[in-house]
């Protein structure tokens, strides 16, 4: 149950239930029992750490955040193994330095971009990519995100321009209709430039595939024509966050 992030004191009325209430632990005893439990796998999580930490050449790493307390876990990635855990409140470069010390072999880190991590992998000289999930995140929050509400935008004055138009005439109404139209190019290009960089984040899907699109095994000839073919099409949007895409990649 603890594993199922069940409560305590849902854990006790699960067993009360199970149990008819006899022999039932207290909430008490549950929380000694589950810390027992707790200590048991972090000595274990030490001893497989020490095991292989100098052998490793790729971790993953992460914060998390339980009830406001910062959690820093270190995984490896093919089999997704925690190597460790623990609360680490601080934020800074040197929290990070000090997790990964053991891990003396490390030649690539797999992170998100915060300032941290970051500035840990950089004081270390490693390598660094962005993992799968944080990286989709980004193209969310910088490049789709900002072409939709430009879309939005210009929609709306569309939408006011043509309530517009119906009270005008003469000159001014043919005025007002090339602006009118100049807005709706403006739209239409926004919309046409979000589903281009549909194909472009297919691209970077593509590149966290084991295979290529091919099925065959990756090569740096193949990485390297895949971000090209990426680049130009990010380099074609006229929206800033097309040329600010282009370059995080």
């Known amino acids: 149950m603890a594993e199922h992030n069940v409560t305590f004191r849902a854990m006790h009325e699960i067993l009360a239930v199970a149990f008819d209430d ?3 632990p207290s909430v008490g005893t549950l929380h000694k029992h589950v ?5 048991k796998a972090r000595e274990l999580i ?24 910062g959690v820093k876990v ?26 990964i010390k053991d891990f003396t072999g490390l030649v690539l880190f797999i992170s998100d971009l915060g300032t941290d991590l970051v500035g840990a992998i950089d004081a270390r000289s490693l390598q660094q990519v962005i993992d799968y999930w944080h990286e989709i995140d980004w193209w969310a929050d910088n490049l789709f995100g900002p072409l939709a509400r430009e879309e939005a935008s210009l929609a709306r004055q569309v939408g006011s321009a043509d309530k517009a138009l ?16 100049k807005l709706e190019r403006a739209r239409a290009r926004c919309e046409r430039e979000f589903y281009v960089v ?52």
Not at 35 to 39: F, I, K, R, V
Not at 208 to 226: C, K, N
């Open 22 to 24: 006899h022999g039932v």
């Open 166 to 181: 119906a009270k005008l005439h003469g000159d001014a109404r043919r005025q007002a209709r090339l602006a009118r139209a």
């Open 46 to 69: 030490d001893r497989a750490r020490a095991q292989v930490a100098e052998a490793l050449r790729v971790i993953c790493g992460d914060d998390v955040f339980l009830q406001g307390v």
């Open 35 to 39: 810390e027992a439990h707790g200590a």
């Open 198 to 249: 549909c194909e472009a984040e297919q691209l970077l899907r593509v590149l966290y595939q084991p295979l290529d699109p091919e099925g065959r095994l990756w090569t740096d000839a193949t990485v390297a024509s895949t971000l090209a073919r990426r680049g130009k099409i990010l380099l074609g949007i006229t929206h800033p966050a097309g040329f600010a895409t282009y370059e995080h990649v």
């Open 74 to 99: 270190v995984t490896e990635p093919r089999s997704n193994a925690v190597l460790d855990v623990g609360r680490c409140p601080g934020r800074g470069a040197e929290d990070w330095l000090r997790w």
